[in-house]
């Protein structure tokens, strides 16, 4: 702003000298001299000090031709802009010294709107600068935030890869404590049944009872730890399809195609919540009579497609449920789109193997 406002005084001092006067070797001269100072401030070197030689040079002329001391006007500006305020002081003074009549009011006028626009820039720019460390703060905060999530995802996989660990370490010692110490007794006792056979009949077919009824208990023990092993609640597609044929809003086409084995525990919960979130929206606010829901998995990705055939709506006003299977997506490095194509269509796309943001499909509307 400044360097426009310094550009249309100097072409109003321009105008002013063609159209009023005439031009004179010193009025080319001295504006020269004058722009090439303020060049030199702004540019090269900005000091007080350069402020002094350049009301001096602008003294220096005026007594050549009172004429210039319309420059003191650009050098108020400055002096207010660096809140040097006493420096209106001998700007006045010379003016007074120098002009009467109108051409003092004018010069008068000239000061003012010199100092009023410094003083607008001044404040411009202090704005500017603390919006500036504003964006850069929040930029700062929000690298901070985005680090920080990254390193609680990890950390989120990094116990649940713990936690399956510890739990395969706790079924194989069950399954070696109680199933295979009793096996490898009745193992060593077949044996003896084996050798006793011909030599003792009875007492190899006695040891043989007790070896057929202790692999009995040794069965009832393996079925006992696979239903302790087992989990209560079902997992995985079946969860998934359990969950469609209980929504009983309207009916559910649901479709999954593709090898299962390929998705991981953190996208089957992914799969799981934004299928319950996209089925509660439906209930409250698409009046829809059918929803179709399918799952493609490969060895590369997991597409979720849901869609209805409810009302819609002309522009997408994301709500915290959308918001929050977006963000979901996003988190682990897939893509999400949302689009109103008679009713609503939520298309999210999620890697198997994610090497870094998954935002390449956002925004499109994905058909089927």
């Not at 597409?303 to 997506?329: P, Q, T």
């Amino acid at each position: 702003m400044r360097y426009l406002f310094k550009s249309i005084f100097f072409l109003f001092v321009l105008t002013q000298t063609i159209t009023n006067r005439q031009v004179t070797y010193l009025d080319v001269v001295g504006i020269l001299v004058m722009v090439i100072l303020n060049i030199v401030r702004e540019k090269y070197i900005n000091s007080k000090w350069l402020l002094v030689v350049e009301f001096g040079i602008i003294l220096m002329f005026v007594q050549l031709n009172p004429y210039f001391i319309i420059f003191y006007g650009m050098l108020t500006h400055d002096l207010i802009f660096k809140e040097i305020y006493w420096g209106l002081l001998p700007s006045v003074a010379l003016g007074v010294y120098f002009l009467t009549g109108n051409d003092l009011y004018n010069y008068i006028l000239i000061i003012f709107l010199c100092s009023f626009f410094a003083y607008i820039s001044k404040e411009l720019t202090y704005k500017e600068r603390n919006l500036r460390k504003a964006y850069d703060s929040e930029r700062k905060f929000t690298y901070e935030l985005e680090a920080t999530k990254n390193k609680l995802m990890n950390s989120s996989k990094e116990i649940a890869h713990l936690t399956e660990v510890k739990e395969r370490n706790r079924i194989a010692r069950e399954i070696h404590d109680n199933i295979g110490h009793s096996i490898a007794g009745i193992l060593m006792q077949m044996q003896v049944v084996e050798k006793l056979y011909d030599k003792d009949s009875k007492k190899s077919k006695e040891l043989l009872g007790d070896s057929v009824e202790k692999l009995a208990n040794t069965l009832v023990i393996l079925r006992d730890t696979v239903h302790n092993i087992k989990p209560k609640e079902e997992l995985g597609i079946e969860y998934i399809r359990k969950l469609v044929e209980n929504f009983s809003f309207c009916p559910v086409q649901f479709k999954c195609r593709g090898d299962f084995n390929h998705i991981t525990t953190t996208h089957l919960e992914i799969l799981t919540t934004n299928i319950k979130e996209a089925l509660t929206n439906v209930t409250k606010h698409s009046n829809a009579s059918k929803v179709e829901v399918s799952i493609d998995c490969n060895e590369k990705f997991t597409r979720l497609y849901i869609k209805d055939n409810g009302v819609g709506c002309e522009d997408i006003k994301e709500n915290l449920g959308i918001s929050g299977m977006r963000e979901r997506v996003r988190n682990a490095g897939g893509s999400f789109s949302v689009s109103n194509d008679h009713g609503l269509l939520i298309v999210s796309v999620l890697p198997v193997d994610c090497v870094g943001g998954g935002r390449i499909l956002e925004g499109f509307n994905c058909r089927r």
